[in-house]
């Protein structure tokens, strides 16, 4: 059965920090293109980074370059997203996501990715 699983999320001050994690069962995770997206209320899913299998290296959107590092650990089949510096406005729902077939035009469009997380919630507030 293919699953992925998101978690880390919770409430935490404005300037602090959160680790996102996407684990996966029933496929090698590593071995695809894993993405995260957000959805604020109100406001559509938007894609915020990727670590993109076919050259094996991480994108972002500009909103949260310099702040998240997207990385990976092989052995737990885990895709992690580490936010620093948070911001009120990265108040959200984060989903992460799977493909095997993503490709640089593509790796932004959530109907691009085969698989996803159940979401997990986020707050930034004082």
């Known amino acids: 059965d293919v699953q992925l699983q998101a978690s880390g999320g919770g409430l935490v001050q404005p300037g602090g920090s959160l680790r996102l994690s996407c684990a996966a069962s029933g496929f090698t995770l590593t071995r695809t293109t894993v993405g995260w997206f957000r959805q604020a209320p109100g406001k559509e899913r938007e894609w915020i980074s990727c670590w993109k299998h076919s050259d094996n290296r991480p994108y972002y959107t500009d909103s949260v370059k310099g702040r998240f590092t997207i990385s990976r650990d092989t052995a737990k089949n885990t895709v992690y997203l580490q936010m620093n510096s948070l911001e009120p406005e990265d108040t959200a729902v984060y989903y992460c996501?799977?493909?095997?077939?993503?490709?640089?035009?593509?790796?932004?469009?959530?109907?691009?990715?085969?698989?996803w997380g159940q979401g997990t919630l986020v707050t930034v507030s004082s």
């Open positions: 996501a799977s493909g095997s077939r993503i490709i640089t035009s593509t790796m932004r469009m959530a109907r691009a990715y085969d698989y």
